[in-house]
């Protein structure tokens, strides 16, 4: 059995979110959603950036996320913070 180690509450999200890149948006399967990131999958032959914009849901506002981590198509994202 895995061992969750995280601190945060993760919330299963199983939505299409996309990726704001500067050759433009890239679709993404976003598994799960906490307070401070979330984990996407990718197509496997797509370029990420280590930072960029990601909209979560269609319409909604994007983020600016950074990447955490990588393994093969899964991507785990921490969320800036919001300057201002």
């Known amino acids: 059995m895995t061992e969750n180690r995280r601190s945060v509450f993760r919330k299963n ?3 299409i979110g996309s990726l704001l890149l500067e050759r ?3 679709g993404c399967l976003v598994w799960d959603i906490t ?3 979330a984990q996407i999958e990718v197509e ?8 960029f914009q ?4 269609e319409g909604g506002d994007p983020q600016l996320v950074a990447v955490a981590w990588r393994r093969g198509r899964r991507i ?4 800036a913070p919001v300057e201002g």
């Open 13 to 15: 999200a199983f939505t």
């Open 54 to 57: 990601l909209r979560l849901t």
């Open 44 to 51: 496997g032959d797509q370029v990420v950036p280590a930072k």
């Open 35 to 37: 307070e401070t990131g």
């Open 76 to 79: 785990g994202l921490t969320f």
């Open 24 to 26: 433009g948006a890239v």
